[in-house]
C-alpha cells in the first residue's frame, strides 16, 4: 500500500490556468546588464490570458502583460483582491477570518 497523501499548492502545473502579472504600468529594471527588461510598476495584478479584467475585476485595456512572469501571492506589491481570488477554494475559506473563528 502506497499513500497518495499529495499536497495541493494550487495546480501550478496547469497551463490554462496559468495566471500572469499585469500592471497598469512598466518601468525598465535598473539592475544587472543591457537589455534591461520591462518589470511591473506599482501593484501587480494576477491576470488569465484571454480575459479582459483582472482576477479582481479591474479592466486591463492599456495595462501591461508580462508573459514571462507568473502571478505569485508572495511577490512584491501583489494586489490583494488578485491573491484571494487566485487561491483555490480550499485555502480561501481556510483563510477566512470569519470561517476561521466558527471552527
Ligand atoms: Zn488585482
Redesign the pocket.
Known amino acids: 500500500m502506497t499513500s497518495t497523501l499529495t499536497p495541493t499548492l494550487g495546480g501550478a502545473q496547469h497551463a490554462e490556468g496559468q495566471l500572469y502579472v499585469t500592471a497598469t504600468h512598466k518601468v525598465r529594471a535598473t539592475v544587472g546588464r543591457p537589455p534591461f527588461d520591462w518589470v511591473p510598476y506599482g ?1 501587480q ?2 491576470w488569465k490570458a484571454g480575459a479582459r479584467k ?5 479592466w486591463t485595456s492599456g495595462w501591461t502583460v508580462f508573459w514571462d512572469r507568473s502571478f505569485s501571492a508572495t511577490a512584491h506589491q501583489t ?1 490583494p ?2 491573491v484571494e ?1 487566485s487561491l483555490p477554494e480550499a485555502s480561501r475559506s481556510r483563510l477566512d477570518p470569519a470561517l476561521r473563528r466558527t471552527a
Open positions: 501593484v495584478h494576477a483582472t482576477l479582481c475585476g479591474e494586489c483582491a488578485c481570488a
